[in-house]
Nanobody, 128 residues
Framework: QVQLVESGGGLVQAGTSLRLSCAVS????????MGWFRQAPGKEREFVAAIRWRSGRGLYADSVKDRFTISKDNAENTLYLQMNSLKPEDTAVYYCAKGPLLVVSDSALWRPNLYDVWGQGTQVTVSS
């Protein structure tokens, strides 16, 4: 059974950092994109970052660029999201997800419907 399990969320103050982890079990997708999304109360799920598992090239939403870093540990089958300089507007449930093998353009990775396996989510709350 394929599973994605997020961890690392919590309550922090603005300006501080958190690192989220996503443990991948069941199998690995060495050529797929993996992504992080977030969903705040009353809002749609939005793209945060994506990475191609094989190459390690990261892509970011403008709202988190230069603050968040997506990375992976192939040996541990774990996806990470390092979040620095957190803001109250970063408050949301964060999800990791398995994405497509190929995309026509990077902007396609913004679409949640291209991801077919999701974790249960981890809550991140940033106080001002």
């Amino acid at each position: 059974q394929v599973q994605l399990v997020e961890s690392g969320g919590g309550l922090v103050q603005a300006g501080t950092s958190l690192r989220l982890s996503c443990a991948v079990s069941g199998r690995t997708w060495s050529s797929h994109y993996m992504g992080w999304f977030r969903q705040a109360p009353g809002k749609e799920r939005e793209f945060v970052a994506a990475i191609r598992w094989r190459s390690g090239r990261g892509l970011y939403a403008d709202s988190v660029k230069d603050r968040f870093t997506i990375s992976k540990d192939n040996a541990e089958n774990t996806l990470y999201l390092q979040m620095n300089s957190l803001k109250p507007e970063d408050t949301a449930v964060y999800y990791c997800a398995k994405g497509p093998l190929l995309v026509v353009s990077d902007s396609a990775l913004w679409r949640p419907n291209l991801y077919d396996v999701w974790g249960q989510g981890t809550q991140v709350t940033v106080s001002s």
